[in-house]
């Protein structure tokens, strides 16, 4: 979690999609669909690249292709983290 904090003020930098590398893993959500209702389930993949504000993520045998808004970087900090510790304003 340690690049996630600015060398400026020493509070947390907010996740950009440019910060999250390549390789890097990040949790998800797919949807499950059954017969009668559909459900989804947190899924960790790895990044393979990344085109603007979309990711493609392999994750086993699957590919998938997310926006940034639906996932979260695995070593990111949480939301209490920000409100805990503060969050980086410096750009
Ligand atoms: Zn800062």
Redesign the pocket.
């Known amino acids: 979690m340690k690049n996630w904090k600015?060398?400026?003020?020493?509070?947390y930098?907010r996740v950009k999609p440019e910060k999250i590398e390549k390789n890097s893993k990040v949790v998800f959500r797919v949807c499950i669909n059954s017969r009668c209702h559909s459900k989804s389930k947190a899924v960790i993949g790895k990044v393979l690249e990344r085109k603007g504000d979309f990711f493609y993520i392999v994750c086993g045998v699957d590919f998938y292709y997310v926006n940034f808004k639906d996932l979260y970087p695995i070593n990111a900090p949480v939301e209490f983290i920000y409100n805990m510790f503060g969050e980086?304003?410096?750009?």
Request: glycine letters at 10%; a negative charge; aromatic letters at 10%.
């Open positions: 600015c060398e400026t003020c020493g509070r930098i980086c304003y410096c750009d």
